[in-house]
């Protein structure tokens, strides 16, 4: 069962006679949030995390504390919907309605694990999946030189069907403009693509029905293919895009001079992965396979040429960073087979991380050989991050992994894609693993969840692309509208 506004339970279409399997007050514990056996139930509190980190996502999504004084031994356990429902009834809060963090008390609980349905398929493996800010459009890209645009709300239909210029190895990274209205796709080369999303071609081969411009990253010393560039992301104001690239550097190009505004010799080996920590766009974080990850100030980067801090604590290179969009928190996977949380407010300087390296296996080669079992028990001697979540695997490719949605489930999950052909969700707070989506036949080197709907896409090198979602009968639901979202804004 899942409600996007619970005032909006009866237009969904799902029977409010549901409501009667749920007869308990509280959960007992024993399931998880899609009813089933728990895959790892934490032996734990929901508080284990000593972390600031921990209240906030407490405050964030869990119910009213009214809702919670049920009896004595209660307190720990999840207040079920029922209970929730009975509270707004009776305005236990005083308020009359649900806040934000009950709202996301009770959608955070229904996981998007029904399924999948297949949104498409091609003959190339899938690397990209975006959801739009609003969860109106979907964009993956492919192997194949081919990158897809769906209109979610219009039942999946091909909006863009973009061929991909000068195309080397892959689509390795796409970005959305803020206002949907254009895309930059990016593979092993210097040249940035742009491409109008909102013309009316639906098809659109670079240059021949549509123009594909060029942003143009390299200087007048590189060479056409000089390096590539592996990671690229919109500023949220829709003005800068900055990329990550193999020649160890951050870029940040100005769309409105049409220009490179910044470039920093940022670490030692390939910038795999950057994007803007906040929407001021003042902080970015940088992950590189010198396993570090950094913290860059652009309000003082001229006076000091050096990063605002370091982060260490991973043993290998990091493929992908996710900021909670707070300006102190992200997350980041790497190819030591785990995701690591942070707060930048524990972040060391550069001489004090160059002296105090990670044990690394140099002879280990992600691409084509497995995490030696020997080191999957090492740790950084000098780890600052605040959490570790294992279980999944991150081989020969670089995998992906997101904080949950803030509307819908208060960043309370973690998720993130698999080289076993698997999607893994683990519980923010306490480290367990709360979820496991299996379907693909391949690596999923990318997922996304819908910023307001129980809905993930996973694409898989297997070609597919595969949408989960949480239905309550395990039943293809109602198209989504975001008109629904809006009431609750």
């Known amino acids: 069962m899942f409600v996007t506004s619970i005032d909006d339970f009866d237009e969904m279409g799902y029977s409010l006679s549901r409501l009667t399997v749920e007869s308990d007050y509280f959960d007992?514990?024993?399931?998880?949030?899609?009813?089933?056996?728990?895959?790892?139930?934490?032996?734990?509190?929901?508080?284990?995390?000593?972390?600031?980190?921990?209240?906030?996502?407490?405050?964030?999504?869990?119910?009213?504390?009214?809702?919670?004084?049920?009896?004595?031994?209660?307190?720990?356990?999840?207040?079920?919907?029922?209970?929730?429902?009975?509270?707004?009834?009776?305005?236990?809060?005083?308020?009359?309605?649900?806040?934000?963090?009950?709202?996301?008390?009770?959608?955070?609980?229904?996981?998007?694990?029904?399924?999948?349905?297949?949104?498409?398929?091609?003959?190339?493996?899938?690397?990209?999946?975006?959801?739009?800010?609003?969860?109106?459009?979907?964009?993956?890209?492919?192997?194949?030189?081919?990158?897809?645009?769906?209109?979610v709300d219009k039942g999946w239909k091909v909006q863009k069907d973009i061929h991909a210029k000068s195309m080397r190895w892959t689509v390795t990274d796409t970005s959305l403009s803020p206002d949907q209205r254009h895309l930059v796709y990016a593979s092993m080369s210097p040249i940035v693509h742009i491409v109008n999303v909102g013309s009316a071609e639906t098809e659109s081969r670079a240059n021949i029905m549509e123009i594909h411009e060029g942003l143009d990253f390299s200087s007048a010393d590189d060479g056409v293919y000089s390096f590539g560039i592996f990671s690229i992301k919109f500023s949220t104001d829709g003005r800068e895009v900055v990329a990550g690239s193999s020649d160890e550097s951050i870029y940040v190009y100005d769309l409105e001079t049409n220009k490179l505004s910044l470039r920093l010799l940022a670490h030692t080996s390939d910038v795999n992965t950057v994007c803007f920590a906040d929407e001021s766009g003042h902080l970015i974080y940088s992950g590189s396979d010198d396993t570090l990850c950094k913290?860059?100030?652009?309000?003082?980067?001229?006076?000091?040429?050096?990063?605002?801090?370091?982060?260490?604590?991973?043993?290998?290179?990091?493929?992908?960073?996710?900021?909670?969009?707070?300006?102190?928190?992200?997350?980041?996977?790497?190819?030591?087979?785990?995701?690591?949380?942070?707060?930048?407010?524990?972040?060391?300087?550069?001489?004090?991380?160059?002296?105090?390296?990670?044990?690394?296996?140099?002879?280990?080669?992600?691409?084509?050989?497995?995490?030696?079992?020997?080191?999957?028990?090492?740790?950084?001697?000098?780890?600052?991050?605040?959490?570790?979540?294992?279980?999944?695997?991150?081989?020969?490719?670089?995998?992906?992994?997101?904080?949950?949605?803030?509307?819908?489930?208060?960043?309370?999950?973690?998720?993130?894609?698999?080289?076993?052909?698997?999607?893994?969700?683990?519980?923010?707070?306490?480290?367990?693993?709360?979820?496991?989506?299996?379907?693909?036949?391949?690596?999923?080197r990318d997922c996304s969840w819908h910023p307001y709907y129980p809905m993930l896409i996973s694409s898989s090198w297997d070609g597919e692309v595969a949408r989960w979602e949480f239905t309550g009968n395990g039943e293809s639901p109602p198209p989504f509208t975001r008109e629904r979202a809006r009431r609750r804004q």
Not at 45 to 71: I, M, W, Y
Not at 131 to 151: C, E, K, P, T
Not at 311 to 322: N, Q, S, V
Not at 405 to 425: D, E, L, M, R
């Open 28 to 151: 007992d514990g024993s399931t998880n949030n899609n009813g089933v056996e728990s895959i790892d139930a934490p032996n734990k509190p929901f508080d284990c995390l000593d972390h600031e980190v921990a209240q906030l996502t407490k405050l964030r999504s869990a119910p009213n504390e009214r809702l919670r004084q049920v009896g004595p031994g209660r307190r720990g356990r999840p207040v079920s919907t029922v209970k929730m429902l009975e509270g707004r009834e009776g305005n236990y809060s005083g308020r009359g309605r649900f806040s934000s963090a009950d709202c996301c008390h009770v959608l955070g609980r229904y996981l998007p694990v029904n399924g999948p349905w297949l949104v498409d398929q091609m003959p190339s493996r899938a690397y990209v999946s975006q959801f739009s800010a609003d969860g109106s459009l979907f964009v993956a890209g492919f192997q194949g030189s081919h990158i897809r645009i769906y209109n």
């Open 295 to 444: 913290v860059w100030d652009r309000r003082c980067f001229k006076a000091s040429g050096k990063p605002a801090g370091v982060l260490t604590g991973h043993l290998e290179g990091i493929t992908f960073i996710d900021s909670k969009g707070d300006g102190r928190y992200f997350i980041s996977n790497s190819k030591d087979q785990s995701i690591k949380l942070w707060d930048i407010r524990k972040m060391s300087s550069s001489a004090t991380a160059a002296r105090n390296p990670g044990p690394r296996y140099h002879e280990w080669d992600y691409r084509w050989m497995d995490y030696p079992p020997q080191a999957k028990d090492m740790k950084h001697p000098s780890d600052l991050s605040v959490s570790t979540y294992k279980g999944h695997s991150v081989l020969r490719t670089l995998i992906r992994s997101y904080f949950s949605p803030a509307y819908s489930t208060g960043q309370k999950y973690i998720y993130t894609g698999s080289h076993n052909s698997c999607v893994y969700i683990y519980d923010l707070v306490s480290g367990a693993q709360v979820g496991k989506l299996e379907h693909h036949r391949s690596a999923v």
